[in-house]
């Protein structure tokens, strides 16, 4: 099927002469040498060699085409999703060099799509290449889109939960992540119906990171690792134990834990520490979150008053401990002593 819309030709047009740009500056200009930019080099290249082919094929007359072209297209859609897989697991593991065993997959790959090509190319195969190879190919990218999403399992769960915020840098490889899957449909999709779909959606998605990109803070941190959680360094031995006392001191002689309302900011001021050091010195040193934290006072304090107050409702003892709720006290108290507060307090009565 041939196409002559000149707009059609422009947008096609003008996402694959783009992206050739950005793969030349990430394969052959960025000066960074990291090897995730590397991968985002290669997988636009190929992505724009395969997105090339098709707007020649649109856009020239069955009489008129190369074939070598088609087969050049269809041969770099091969490597489209071991190029995303590798540059999405490089961006998780902050990997420094290419492994060897990431070159000898590339180049198993390389290997049996040249070879293919040379046994049996396009020109005088077509029928087999269309019939059968080409469902190959398709079928290996979208193992490789499969198995992506499993390397950025964890940031989609970050990216779903209400306790943690994405960094700009994981919010782009998701972005990225989805662009290829909707890339990947739509060349399924214009393989049984409009052949053009694919075409005109790596234009759109094409365009719709750049717009991501444009941002100078993300510029700035989409192209560099992602940041180390604060949490893998330790505060030096000798300032951990010194806050240990100073922590311990505060919370039973202020008695701090039963404010239920009380925040990490509350106590950092107290004891003369930023906010950020002393979550890192709680989620390090001592493993344990702020809720944790408090709760461990918490529980002491509901021992103690279980063993002497028996007249008052467990539920005013939760609360004079510290707890917002009966059911909170509870579950907690369970958790951490293995008993419920009753079965608890009966052994002192």
């Known amino acids: 099927m041939m196409f002559n819309n000149p707009l059609l030709f422009f947008i096609c047009s003008l996402g694959v002469f783009n992206g050739l740009l950005v793969s030349v500056y990430f394969l052959l200009i960025d000066k960074t040498k990291r090897v995730p930019n590397f991968l985002f080099g290669l997988l636009t290249f190929f992505l724009t060699v395969r997105i090339g082919k098709s707007v020649y094929t649109i856009f020239t007359p069955r009489e008129e085409r190369n074939l070598w072209i088609i087969q050049i297209g269809l041969s770099a859609c091969f490597l489209i999703g071991i190029s995303l897989y590798y540059y999405l697991k490089?961006?998780?593991i902050k990997t420094k060099s290419i492994p060897v065993k990431w070159k000898t997959h590339f180049l198993i790959l390389l290997l049996i799509v040249l070879t293919v090509g040379i046994i049996k190319p396009y020109v005088t195969n077509m029928l087999f290449w269309n019939t059968y190879f080409v469902k190959f190919i398709y079928l290996v990218w979208g193992v490789y889109v499969a198995l992506s999403g499993f390397v950025l399992k964890n940031v989609f769960k970050k990216l779903f939960s209400k306790k943690e915020v994405c960094t700009t840098s994981e919010i782009w490889l998701v972005a990225v992540y989805m662009s290829n899957l909707l890339i990947y449909l739509a060349y399924i999709i214009g393989y049984f119906y409009f052949y053009f779909v694919g075409t005109v959606t790596f234009s759109i998605v094409?365009?719709?990171?750049?717009?991501?990109?444009?941002?100078?803070?993300?510029?700035?941190?989409?192209?560099?690792?992602?940041?180390?959680?604060?949490?893998?360094?330790?505060?030096?031995?000798?300032?951990?134990?010194?806050?240990k006392l100073q922590l311990d001191m505060l919370m039973k002689e202020e008695e701090l834990y039963k404010d239920t309302d009380i925040k990490l900011s509350d106590i950092s001021n107290k004891v003369g520490v930023s906010s950020h050091k002393l979550s890192q010195f709680l989620n390090d040193n001592l493993g344990k979150s702020f809720a944790t934290f408090l709760n461990e006072y918490r529980i002491e304090e509901a021992k103690k008053l279980l063993k002497e107050n028996h007249k008052i409702t467990l539920e005013s003892i939760g609360f004079e401990a510290g707890f917002s709720s009966k059911s909170n006290f509870y579950a907690t108290?369970?958790?951490?002593?293995?008993?419920?507060?009753?079965?608890?307090?009966?052994?002192?009565?």
């Open 333 to 349: 108290f369970k958790k951490v002593v293995g008993q419920t507060p009753a079965q608890y307090q009966k052994q002192f009565l």
């Open 206 to 243: 094409f365009y719709g990171l750049v717009l991501l990109f444009l941002s100078k803070k993300n510029r700035e941190s989409i192209f560099r690792d992602l940041p180390e959680k604060y949490s893998a360094k330790k505060i030096e031995n000798k300032e951990a134990v010194s806050l």
């Open 90 to 92: 490089s961006s998780v």
